[in-house]
């Protein structure tokens, strides 16, 4: 069992910047591919970015540019940079982890952009 705890979200005016974390227990953070996901009210949750053992990385059309997602396997950490943010990126964030048809979810940090 995976144990995923997000923090870093917050309020944040138009054009800023936020870096969110999720710190991994329980499990081979290795054996993952870690993601974040986001959930606007009335919307269903998307993938924003993932992120590989190997560092592959992937990417959602809307934040390419913008965000980045890393990891760093000897913390058992994944982080999202978020930079020059939009009303519409507004959202609960969740952290993944993925190992074939295994996913484990965090409980979600609200990011909201406004002025």
């Known amino acids: 069992q995976v144990q995923l705890v997000e923090s870093g979200g917050g309020l944040v005016q138009p054009g800023g910047s936020l870096r969110l974390s999720c710190a991994a227990s329980?499990?081979?953070?290795?054996?993952?591919?870690m993601g974040w996901y986001r959930q606007a009210p009335g919307k269903q949750r998307e993938l924003v970015a993932d992120?590989?053992?190997?560092?592959?990385?992937n990417y959602a059309d809307s934040v390419k540019g913008r965000f980045t997602i890393s990891r760093d396997n000897a913390k058992n950490m994944v982080y999202l940079q978020m930079n020059s943010l939009k009303p519409e990126d507004t959202a609960v964030y969740y952290c993944?982890?993925?190992?074939?048809?295994?996913?484990?979810w965090g409980q979600g940090t609200q990011v909201t952009v406004s002025s």
């Open positions: 992120i590989t053992s190997s560092g592959r990385t």
């Open positions: 329980g499990g081979i953070f290795m054996f993952y591919v």
């Open positions: 993944n982890a993925r190992a074939g048809k295994v996913d484990y």
